[in-house]
């Protein structure tokens, strides 16, 4: 199976903001796609390549079905990405303040 050409040809910047985004609870899908392009599916795809499968695994665990997630089960007037207070994530790795 060949990877789209769409995740191939992120940077590491843009990867590494993608996978902050997927673990960050209150940034729905299409925020990824509305700012990088990638559907659900290449979001999952290319987590399942970026992470340890015990990680990869943890993450499905917490994301599935959840209404923060997916736009069309969040409760109206939830519309921002990112919560003001969330800690500064840089390489995949929560910095210390």
């Given at each position: 199976?060949?990877?789209?050409?769409?995740?191939?040809?992120?940077?590491?910047?843009?990867?590494?903001?993608?996978?902050e985004?997927?673990?960050?609870?209150?940034?729905p899908?299409?925020?990824?796609?509305?700012?990088?392009?990638?559907?659900e599916?290449?979001v999952i795809?290319?987590?399942?390549?970026?992470?340890?499968?015990?990680?990869?695994?943890?993450?499905?665990a917490?994301?599935?079905?959840?209404?923060?997630?997916h736009?069309?089960?969040q409760?109206?007037?939830?519309?921002?990405?990112?919560c003001?207070?969330?800690?500064?994530?840089?390489?995949?790795?929560?910095?210390?303040?």
């Open positions: 199976m060949s990877k789209p050409a769409i995740i191939t040809n992120l940077s590491a910047t843009d990867t590494d903001r993608i996978i985004m997927a673990w960050e609870d209150r940034t899908f299409d925020a990824i796609k509305m700012q990088f392009g990638l559907s599916q290449n795809d290319l987590m399942r390549r970026q992470m340890k499968l015990s990680s990869f695994k943890m993450w499905r917490r994301v599935q079905g959840r209404q923060t997630k736009s069309k089960l409760v109206d007037g939830t519309d921002r990405f990112k003001t207070l969330q800690r500064q994530i840089t390489l995949n790795k929560i910095s210390k303040r």
